[in-house]
């Protein structure tokens, strides 16, 4: 049982070009059923240091409510995940500010046959989020944009 962090975008771009010891794109998808929320014809994964989506800030599905926000010293989190997470979310930012269109999805991957049902697509404003405070949210849609 792993996050398997998935990514569509607009952007032609090879991705891949960023992989490095803590992320790595993969236009191979890892073949999850939850491929199928995935908006865009450019589709990615995007795993961390251990293979899978795991080395990335995540908020469970049960705590979604604490949306965003930056690390916190009475919640440990390994600095090479807050690293990984940053670089993914400066990527992301570059393709929105370039006027692509980028969405992705935090699944929670466990040998299900079907896709579980997301639980919300969320438009998360690039313009009024800073980059330490970003996080993956499980089983949700992120549809990403820059509103000033």
Not at 36 to 42: H, I, P, Q, R, V
Not at 119 to 134: M, V
């Amino acid at each position: 049982m792993c996050y398997m962090t998935l990514l569509s975008t607009t952007a032609e771009d090879d991705l891949a070009v960023n992989n490095n010891g803590l992320v790595r794109f993969s236009s191979e998808l890892p073949g999850i059923p939850e491929e199928k929320y995935l908006s865009f014809k450019n589709q990615w994964y995007i795993g961390s240091q251990h293979g899978c989506s795991c080395g990335f800030r995540h908020l469970y599905t049960s705590s979604v409510e604490l949306g965003f926000g930056e690390p916190q010293e009475w919640y440990s989190e390994e600095a090479s995940d807050i690293e990984a997470t940053l670089q993914v979310i400066a990527i992301i930012r570059k393709l929105v500010e370039r006027g692509e269109l980028v969405d992705c999805v935090d699944a929670w991957a466990h040998g299900q046959e079907t896709a579980e049902p997301l639980e919300g697509d969320l438009e998360i404003n690039l313009a009024k989020i800073n980059d330490p405070s970003f996080r993956f949210f499980e089983n949700r849609r992120f549809l990403f944009l820059n509103q000033a």
